[in-house]
Structure formats: C-alpha cells, structure tokens
C-alpha cells in the first residue's frame, strides 16, 4: 500500500500565502507580508521588547497547550 499527500507541504512561503489571502479578503487594508521587508533588533531598548514579544508569545503558547492537555485528560 502506498501512501500519498493531497495536502501541499506546510513551509513558510505556504503560510505567508494563506495568511495574504485572508487578509485581501477581510482586511484589505493590511500590508501585503512578502512586500515587507524585516530586520533585527538594533538598539537595547528594541532588543528588550523583542524578547519581552517572544517570552509573551511562549507563555500564550504554552497556556494554549496546557489547556487542551487538559482537555484530552478529561
């Protein structure tokens, strides 16, 4: 038996594409994300709320694992 994908393989360029075209369709007025160009922190000060982001972005992570960990325990 030979297994294949029907689904396209999940990489960043497939996300930047789902997330262009929810935001053409519902919030238009959003920047185009391929056209942005990003750069690292420079200064201490953005270092600071770059890392204070990532940490926040963890936690909100972590909480949203825990609670479906839960969930699945029940």
Known sequence: MVASL???VWT???ETEILNKLAAQHAPYLLNLEKVETRPP?????KENFA???IAGAAHDLFIVQVI??????
Do not use: D, L
């Open 6 to 8: 029907s689904k396209p």
């Open 12 to 14: 960043e360029e497939y």
């Open 42 to 46: 420079e200064t201490q000060e953005e």
């Open 52 to 54: 204070r982001f990532r």
């Open 69 to 74: 960990a839960k969930a699945i325990a029940q």
